[in-house]
């Protein structure tokens, strides 16, 4: 026996008008939902609206945040990361501020070694220095600092053990800080967020950038819709998952009556 999809109910078509009008899109996953389980979007688009629409932080602000989360190496959210592009637009952003976000969130891959070296440093000691070498490392922390406006003792490690690649890395890291188009406040916002993503939670970069946000003028509540923002990626299991349930259930002969949608068009972007 298989399930039957029966007309929209007048409530339905309503909540799909009303999601389209509050959030700008619809998609094969929400067009599934609406018919298994409507009540479901409904709370999301309550928590979307309170979350993306009001609070602190302006919309464009909003939306390098909801990119920089997507679009993190721990994460490559396609969707997201196209909708959240399309979002700063609308808000205003330019082609040189969206690229900044981008390079910005880009630094969270580095984590790996500054975790790895300093458990390496843990276990085993620092390598042996001559005078000369510890003074060119010296020299290293100090630009570093210049550059970025902090140090860590994190970092230590790194420029132990491969002082080279630091140089590099420095060179990498500390590109889209020069001369960027975003408020130091929203680059350290944006450290925020990639750090407290559900993909990373990395307790001492999070720790470390909201003390450089609050010094740089963010307030709580501020921080705290970063949290809120992050938190939406959750919906991501449905929007993913549900047009394969439909898919596999109707190779078993169940929801015979859903149409398999045709691909996502630009209007049509998951959030």
Known sequence: M???????????RDLKQQFVDQRGHWSPALEHLLSLDPGFIEGYLELANYTIDEGALDRKTKAFLLLSLDAATTHLYRPGIR???????????????????????????????????KTLADISGFPERSA?????????????????????????????????????????????L???????????????????????LYDEGLELHIEKALEEGATQAEIMEVFELASLMSAQTTFEGIPILVEEAQKRGKLQDFELPEAIDGAERER
Request: proline letters at 2%; aromatic letters at 10%; hydrophobic letters at 40%.
């Open 132 to 176: 000369a070498e510890a003074e060119a490392m010296d020299a290293q922390k100090r630009e570093y600092e210049e550059r970025v406006g902090f140090w860590s003792e994190r970092l230590d490690a790194i420029v132990e053990y491969d002082d080279t690649f630091f140089d590099r890395w420095l060179g990498y890291f500390g590109h889209p």
């Open 178 to 200: 020069t001369e960027n188009p975003l408020t130091t406040k929203q680059v350290e916002l944006i450290y925020v967020a990639i750090d407290v993503s559900t993909t990373h």
């Open 83 to 117: 909708t959240r592009i399309n979002d700063a637009f609308d808000a205003g952003a330019s082609v040189e501020e969206i690229v900044t976000v981008l390079e910005v969130a880009s630094v969270l891959g580095v984590h790996a070694i500054t975790t790895g070296a």
């Open 2 to 12: 298989t399930a039957e999809r029966k007309s929209l109910s007048g409530e339905q």
